[in-house]
């Protein structure tokens, strides 16, 4: 009964050291098993962050292209009002003063 009782306690023992032993390995990988698990969860929000700046590039991009048609033709437009002011201004002028605006016009060519 005794030496049943000692081999209990080993054994206990020995499954108590070998848990200990088991914890304290946890404990030592901890830090690099929660550096690889940072490292890919890094990795995958850097992904998602790069497609959404990929798919807003892309709408950017179309959004430009619009403000640059949309420009030139407001540009057209206004090229051509100033085309017409300039040419009811010379009209003006050439009643007022045609000798003056006859000689700009002759150096202008």
Known sequence: MAEQKQN???IFLKLFIALMFFIGFLVFMYPFI???V?????QKELNAV????????KASAKKLEKLIKKN?????KINNL?????????????????????STIKSTR
Request: without cysteine.
């Open 34 to 36: 929660a550096n690889g």
């Open 38 to 42: 940072n490292n890919y969860v890094a």
């Open 82 to 102: 100033v085309y017409h002011l300039s040419r009811i201004s010379w009209g003006k002028r050439w009643r007022m003063y045609p000798r003056r605006v006859e």
């Open 8 to 10: 209990n306690a080993n």
């Open 72 to 76: 030139e033709q407001k540009s057209k």
């Open 50 to 57: 790069n497609q959404l700046n990929q798919s807003n590039q």
